[in-house]
């Protein structure tokens, strides 16, 4: 099993950066797949970054230019760096990891997930 547990979340204004750190637990994620998803109150569960094991990127186009994700795999760790904050990147951001390496930008291809961290952005 995998734990992992989202920090860096907050209030901050529009134009502001924040980032968010997910630290993993239980097991190693360097072969994982890793990726940050977004949920907005009364809306679905979507994909905002993803990253593969040999450090691939990719991106929402929301979001594409203004945030940036990494892994840094001797600490566990995956990173979103968000920049350029805006009022519609407001919501609870969670990591997930895939075990077996899809990864992408389908929630159902991550088997362990955070319980999220909530970003709030004023205008």
């Known amino acids: 099993q995998v734990q992992l547990v989202e920090s860096g979340g907050g209030l901050v204004q529009a134009g502001d950066s924040l980032r968010l750190s997910c630290a993993a637990s239980g097991r190693t994620i360097g072969t994982y797949a890793l990726g940050w998803f977004r949920q907005a109150p009364g809306k679905a569960r979507d994909f905002v970054a993803g990253?593969?094991?040999?450090?691939?990127?990719h991106y929402a186009e929301s979001v594409s230019g203004r945030f940036t994700i990494s892994r840094d795999n001797a600490k566990n760790t995956v990173f979103l760096q968000m920049n350029s904050l805006n009022p519609e990147d407001t919501a609870v951001y969670y990591c997930?990891?895939?075990?077996w390496g899809a990864g992408g930008v389908a929630s159902g291809n991550y088997e362990y997930w955070g319980q999220g961290t909530q970003v709030t952005v004023s205008s």
């Open positions: 990253i593969t094991w040999h450090s691939g990127t």
């Open positions: 997930a990891a895939s075990q």
